[in-house]
T-cell receptor, first 113, second 113 residues
């Protein structure tokens, strides 16, 4: 069964550094998403991406965050200057249509020191 | 009022028991409804989509009541492997191209031998 893959599985970074989280969505999917989950809390929407542009973003997704689909397969989330409160599990998801279920990758655990 | 509300549990049940989870949502414009399960420190995995007519998948039955803005999940003949957090998930339509998902905090199920 096709799956969403994410790398790295765990990223440890010093506060203030830039990080790039990588995702390879399922190949025939057109809709791409990033979510995060702070330990012990619920999953929160960050951003959605369709037709090579951001479709929606949450209030969490400020100007320190950016997303890119640099080629036909990768979808990346960049945090320019990380803060302690960015420590969380980051999940990439993809879907075939806007009202269809989203399939999640196994996440990147981001730890900011 | 939270956009998606669930009883956090935990629900501790013996193997073979029937267990029901309930969820309410506040946005009457929501169109897509799902149950996901999440194992500890893992990604959300789609369990089933939820339709107004109700739907069943083996031991799992989901129901949607749009008038009451209420969603349910019934698990029959619980197995040890059903132990997980069950997430009620609803879309928040924003008029954009994509489908932003709003997650409940989840209900923890522990099936005891």
């Amino acid at each position: 069964e096709p799956e969403v893959t994410q790398t790295p599985s765990h990223q440890v970074t010093q506060m203030g550094q830039e990080v790039i989280l990588r995702c390879v969505p399922i190949s025939n999917h057109l809709y791409f998403y990033w979510y995060r989950q702070i330990l012990g809390q619920k999953v929160e929407f960050l951003v959605s991406f369709y037709n090579n542009e951001i479709s929606e973003k949450s209030e969490i997704f400020d100007d320190q965050f950016s997303v890119e689909r640099p080629d036909g397969s990768n979808f990346t989330l960049k945090i320019r200057s990380t803060k302690l409160e960015d420590s969380a599990m980051y999940f990439c998801a993809s879907g075939t249509a806007s009202n269809q279920p989203q399939h999640f990758g196994d996440g990147t655990r981001l730890s900011i020191l | 009022r939270k956009e998606v509300e669930q009883d956090p549990g935990p629900f501790n049940v013996p193997e073979g028991a029937t267990v029901a989870f309930n969820c309410t949502y506040s946005n009457s414009a929501s169109q897509s409804f799902f149950w996901y399960r999440q194992d500890c420190r893992k990604e959300p995995k789609l369990l089933m989509s939820v339709y107004s007519s109700g739907n069943e998948d083996g031991r799992f039955t989901a129901q949607l009541n749009r008038a009451s803005q209420y969603i349910s999940l019934l698990i029959r003949d619980s197995k040890l492997s059903d132990s997980a957090t069950y997430l009620c998930v609803v879309n928040r339509p924003q008029g954009g191209a994509t489908n932003k998902l709003i997650f409940g905090t989840g209900t923890l199920l522990a099936v005891q031998p």
